[in-house]
């Protein structure tokens, strides 16, 4: 099992920036790739972005790409995801999972090892 702890959420004005932590624990070393995803009111969870923990390539949805930035520090069993430019329609709980080796990156119900999720509002 991993255990993965979200930080670095908030409160932020149109244009902001903010930088999310995803700190695993447990078996690190069976990581093959992690995901960010969000999830709004009313709304499905949906896929943001994903690191393969090894090699680093990375995937984004649309509405990230330019904006955000996904990365890991290996040393820390971290992933970050930082976020610039920031829109209202970003506001969101964002969550980190890993993906297991072989799954979809960006099909929340193949992913696993979901953290508790944090906050962020982008206020206009």
């Known amino acids: 099992q991993v255990q993965l702890v979200e930080s670095g959420g908030g409160l932020v004005q149109a244009g902001g920036s903010l930088r999310l932590s995803c700190a695993a624990s447990?078996?690190?070393?069976?990581?093959?790739?992690m995901g960010w995803f969000r999830q709004a009111p009313g709304k499905k969870r949906e896929f943001v972005a994903a690191?393969?923990?090894?090699?680093?390539?990375?995937a984004y949805a649309d509405s990230a790409k330019g904006r955000f930035t996904i990365s890991r520090d290996n040393a820390k069993n971290t992933v970050y995801l930082q976020m610039n430019s920031l829109k209202p329609e970003d506001t969101a709980v964002y969550y980190c999972?890993?993906?297991?080796?072989?799954?979809?990156?960006?099909?929340?119900?193949?992913?696993?090892?979901w953290g508790q999720g944090t906050q962020v509002t982008v206020s206009s």
């Open positions: 999972a890993t993906v297991p080796y072989g799954r979809s990156w960006t099909n929340p119900s193949e992913l696993e090892n």
């Open positions: 447990g078996r690190t070393f069976s990581l093959y790739a």
């Open positions: 690191i393969r923990w090894s090699s680093g390539i990375t």
